[in-house]
């Protein structure tokens, strides 16, 4: 079974930075393309980033600030995420599925492999 864990969230400033992480069990992540999502209170969900064999995309909102990973001896994927903003306050979450890379902004959550229950990022002074 697929399966994805976050973690990393938490607290802090308005320019400061987090790195958040991305555990995953029942697949290889070398083999797979992953996505962070956001949403924020009230917002529609955001794809922000992705990873794949060939592949890294970043949405206009986060270029040049956050930065994405794969650790493939760890089963994992991070997010580096500088210079934070207040507007970067929202829930974080990791997600698979085929193809991911070229269709982030698009996908419907049905259509994904699987997804994490999300880490939380508040950016607040």
């Known amino acids: 079974q697929m399966q994805l864990e976050e973690s990393g969230g938490g607290l802090v400033q308005p320019g400061g930075s987090l790195t958040l992480s991305c555990a995953a069990s029942?697949?290889?992540?070398?083999?797979?393309?992953i996505a962070w999502y956001r949403q924020a209170p009230g917002k529609e969900r955001e794809g922000i980033s992705c990873?794949?064999?060939?592949?890294?995309y970043y949405s206009d909102s986060v270029k040049g600030r956050f930065t994405i990973s794969s650790d493939n001896a760890k089963n994992k994927m991070s997010l580096q995420m500088n210079s934070l903003k207040p507007e970067n306050t929202a829930t974080y979450f990791c997600?698979?599925?085929?193809?991911?890379?070229?269709?982030?902004?698009?996908?419907?959550?049905?259509?994904?492999?699987?997804w994490g229950q999300g880490t939380t990022v508040t950016v607040s002074p």
């Open positions: 029942g697949f290889t992540v070398d083999d797979f393309s």
């Open positions: 990873i794949g064999r060939t592949s890294i």
């Open positions: 997600a698979t599925g085929p193809g991911l890379c070229t269709r982030v902004a698009t996908v419907p959550m049905d259509a994904l492999d699987a």
